[in-house]
């Protein structure tokens, strides 16, 4: 019996459309894996040997994509950036014109990367696709670390209060182009919580939000236990 659940919804996207670019496992697996056997090829001997492991059975990478869901682009977005911003954006729709396609903009500044001892990073560029998720649990968002690109989402989480789904990226200060294909890994939502949880996929008008933000301060209405 579930006693957790996650709803993710759209007024852009059916719910077959959400279930393809949020995927469970084993679809959530980065491309390669398959092609990873079980025990390494031992060049001494000639054959593959029951000893000589490979990461196809190392638990922590298996539970990690078990316990995750792969968050994927539903669209090809293109970008252009000069030293303070974005000077170019499309997406798939001609020129981007398309006015319920992803919004973008850039993470301020003055909110975070300014005070970090880090020089790497230009700024952090925000996508908005219009998902929602409705739950009783929180996520952690964090990178697909094993998919091995170039994308790096900063890690955070989803409070049960939260709602819309907000994609965070870094971009380094020597980066003038970015090029997201449709269906390309975005992050990782991982669940916490340990047992089954019930995930639906709907395609609903987004109404009244059920937390109404009324003051300039929130991080009080936002907190989680700590450990």
Known sequence: MFNKKIEFYSPEYTPEELK????K?????????KAIPKNSFSLEFKKFLPGNKTIKTCPGFINLYRRSLLFT???DLHFLFDDEGIISYQN???GGQYTRGPSVEVHPNEQFL???PSTKYKFIL???YRIYCDTN???MMHNNFYNFDDVLTPTGFFHPKSSEINYFILIPKEQTELFIKEGQSLALLTPLYHKNIDITYTQREVGRPKFIQRKFLRLKEYLLDKL
Not at 20 to 23: D, M
Not at 25 to 33: D, G, Q, R, T, V
């Open 25 to 33: 496992f084993p679809y959530n697996l980065p491309a390669y894996f």
């Open 126 to 128: 925000k996508i908005i």
């Open 114 to 116: 300014n005070y970090v």
């Open 73 to 75: 682009s539903p669209w």
């Open 92 to 94: 798939g729709a001609v």
């Open 20 to 23: 393809k670019y949020i995927l």
């Open 137 to 139: 649990t929180s996520i």
